[in-house]
């Protein structure tokens, strides 16, 4: 741990101080960024135990002592720098996140209508944009490498609620039907108290676990 003095200025973020530190206390200081207006999620870190955004945490709404740490559960680069882009890559493809359907696409053709609800609920789980807040809040994650975590359970919600996917349930289930997803979740639910674009995860989460319990019953009864 390293030590620094700064003074505040009025409406500084913790991404601005960090940037002041860099440029005049200590040149070597790792962290990561880059649009600093909260949609790219580069800037993610635990302050004060917390994880959030550097670029959207105001100073101002912190204590006068700060204390800024890595994510946990993703590998650390350097400094407050994690690699959470293999990680989200490795669940991308490990839960096949894309439409899957048997239709040909003809860029030509009218797009199929989809109404408000529907689209609405889709953009709803669309605005992760993957910074690992709930990854790093989350106790699970923090105990089992395999455990996928509130993003992906919210990516695969996205899907089962697109019309567009054409994947049985029970394809959904052999992905997500597990302690490694959904029910490996002990209902801390840090993860929707700590996202910075205010996704209710709690709900997305219910709603897969709610959709994966009903695919378990049915396969009870066929057996």
């Not at 860029?107 to 109404?115: F, G, L, N, T, V």
């Not at 529907?118 to 709803?124: G, M, N, S």
């Not at 049985?168 to 052999?174: H, K, N, T």
Request: proline fraction near 5%; glycine fraction near 6%; charge should be negative.
């Amino acid at each position: 741990m390293q030590e620094y003095q700064l003074e505040e200025t009025m409406g500084m973020s913790l991404f601005i101080a960090l940037n002041h530190l860099r440029e005049e206390l200590d040149p070597s200081l790792m962290f990561d960024f880059v649009c600093r207006a909260a949609i790219c999620g580069s800037c993610a870190m635990l302050i004060n135990g917390r994880p959030g955004l550097a670029c959207k945490t105001l100073t101002q709404d912190l204590p006068d002592r700060i204390t800024v740490m890595p994510l946990p559960v993703f590998k650390l680069v350097g400094d407050l720098s994690v690699d959470t882009g293999v990680w989200f890559r490795h669940l991308n493809v490990r839960t096949e996140a894309w439409i899957h359907t048997d239709k040909v696409f003809d860029p030509k053709s009218i797009e199929e209508r989809m109404d408000n609800p529907t689209a609405q609920a889709i953009y709803d789980a669309e605005r992760c944009i993957e910074c690992g807040c709930c990854i790093g809040a989350c106790a699970t994650a923090n105990m089992r490498a395999d455990f996928m975590g509130a993003a992906f359970l919210n990516r695969i919600a996205r899907f089962m609620i697109d019309p567009r996917d054409e994947r049985p349930m029970a394809q959904y289930f052999d992905v997500v039907g597990t302690d490694e997803g959904v029910f490996g979740c002990i209902g801390l639910m840090a993860c929707d108290d700590l996202c910075p674009m205010e996704i209710p995860l709690q709900g997305q989460l219910a709603f897969v676990r709610r959709k994966m319990a009903q695919m378990a019953l049915k396969c009870a009864r066929c057996k």
